[in-house]
């Protein structure tokens, strides 16, 4: 699996018109930050100075946080009128709290949102205006990929496949001078092995590092999308096939539990709740497969779980969830599972939006399915053509079955490859059988089949040379 996607986040928080409750001067307000991130008990972040005499505070002190796209991260502001010396600040004045999600602040189209504040109060009033900025982190990396600060050290090795690379030499440089080398006056290092120069009477160098072209360009991460304006568009597909058993029995896939859930409806939960949160209108197209469906009870392979073709789109993940369950006894289920015509449906999608010159749109498709896939062949084909396009694929397997195919078609071993041979661009499928989060908290299954999405988006705006639709502001 991945390594989490982690970035520094900068929070800045102001407020307007807050209530007055000192008598004879005004508020003294601070802001104390709580978060909830596991479903567990709200905890204390940190807090900001306390601003004198003011209803409109600009708190100079800013929240960092850890952000992790593949949680959702619930933040609670809360803003006190400051009247003692004490910590304890159930003896101070309530001014109001704002609730939010980490996601929501930093898919913003704007970056600074005025959010009204909620008051026990029915005189509460005011606004709390948050600022996010991703936090840049000046590391040295290898120069020959990126370089955020290229002013150390370049340490040069021999290469070898089983990971146990020789040191050849050292020499050290800045971004400048690489810079400055032209093909007519290169930039030349000696490299420098101290051991080797410690042992060796006469030693010189171990070679000469010659740099003829040197070009800074900038690399946007995730969150510079992100906060850029890059919308995720999130499809849902459920798969409807007889092998899920009868809906109204305990034993089928399908059925609904007296507690309202089942594992499809809980995959939905879990991943559109992270999602939602980078989907400006938050409407979700939803669709089945597999399934008869009326008036004719033509097996359909791509049906809208509303049955309106026109608009299949959802009012938010509680407008899937209760299309999922509309349908459900609507239908017959049947088969084959076969995914490549849902899969193609939204490369339809993906391919218009790369027609646009900037990194404005990325499509994710969820698709939860309990069994082998039908049409292997035309899936690999699909796969490999949505390979080029902004797109990625979630697969959720639910039951029992044998999933060794879906794991096919997650290319972490490999890059997969169409019917003819021609090999995916990069790996956009992750897959994970729902059986192994059966007892795991409802937050670990996003984190799991989300891992990958942050890279996945970045790397294919990089690679097509796309820029977020707006600059993102510089931290």
């Not at 940190?46 to 601003?51: G, I, L, M, S």
């Not at 690489?178 to 420098?192: D, G, K, N, V, Y």
């Not at 008036?295 to 049906?303: A, C, D, G, L």
């Amino acid at each position: 699996m991945a390594a989490q996607c982690v970035t520094k986040v900068e929070l800045t928080v102001s407020c307007e018109n807050l209530l007055d409750k000192d008598i004879g001067s005004k508020s003294d307000p601070l802001c104390v930050l709580l978060m909830n991130s596991s479903e567990s008990k709200w905890y204390e972040l940190a807090r900001t100075e306390k601003v004198q005499n003011c209803l409109n505070p600009k708190f100079a002190k800013k929240f960092v946080i850890d952000y992790y796209f593949e949680i959702v991260q619930k933040l609670k502001f809360g803003i006190y009128d400051i009247d003692n010396k004490t910590i304890d600040l159930s003896d101070d004045d309530f001014l109001g709290e704002l609730e939010c999600t980490l996601g929501q602040v930093v898919s913003s189209k704007k970056l600074t949102r005025p959010l009204v504040l909620k008051n026990k109060t029915p005189a509460g009033k005011g606004t709390i205006t948050i600022t996010a900025e991703e936090i840049k982190d000046n590391r040295v990396v290898n120069f020959e990929v990126e370089a955020r600060k290229l002013d150390n050290k370049v340490d040069c090795f021999d290469y070898d496949n089983d990971g146990s690379h020789d040191l050849i030499g050292t020499f050290e440089t800045t971004v400048t001078r690489l810079q400055e080398a032209s093909r007519t006056s290169p930039a030349e290092f000696e490299c420098i092995n101290s051991k080797k120069k410690q042992k060796k009477k006469g030693y010189k160098n171990s070679g000469v590092v010659s740099v003829k072209l040197c070009q800074v360009v900038k690399e946007y991460s995730f969150l510079d999308y992100i906060m850029g304006g890059c919308q995720l568009n999130f499809t849902v597909a459920v798969d409807f096939t007889g092998s899920n058993g009868d809906p109204r029995s305990p034993q089928s896939l399908h059925y609904i539990s007296p507690q309202g859930v089942n594992e499809y409806l809980t995959a939905i939960w879990s991943v559109g709740n992270v999602i939602q949160d980078y989907d400006s209108d938050k409407m979700f197209p939803a669709f089945g497969f597999g399934a008869q469906i009326p008036p004719t009870w033509q097996v359909s392979h791509e049906f809208p779980l509303n049955f309106n073709p026109a608009n299949p789109f959802c009012a938010g993940i509680e407008g899937v969830v209760e299309a999922y369950r509309v349908c459900l006894p609507q239908v017959k289920l049947y088969g084959p599972t076969n995914f490549s015509p849902i899969i193609n449906h939204v490369a339809c999608f993906a391919k218009q939006a790369l027609q646009q010159t900037t990194a404005s749109q990325y499509y994710v498709l969820l698709i939860i399915t309990d069994g082998v896939i039908t049409d292997m062949d035309d899936t690999r084909n699909a796969i490999v053509n949505a390979s080029r396009l902004p797109m990625s694929i979630i697969i959720v397997g639910v039951g029992g079955a044998d999933f060794s195919a879906m794991e096919f078609l997650d290319g972490d071993d490999g890059r997969l490859r169409s019917q003819t041979g021609e090999a995916a661009m990069r790996d956009i499928v992750q897959f994970v059988p729902f059986r192994q989060f059966q007892n795991a908290p409802s937050q670990a299954l996003a984190q799991s089949v989300l891992a990958e999405l942050p890279q996945q988006v970045a790397s294919f705006f990089s690679l097509f040379k796309l820029k977020p639709p707006r600059e993102p502001s510089p931290s």
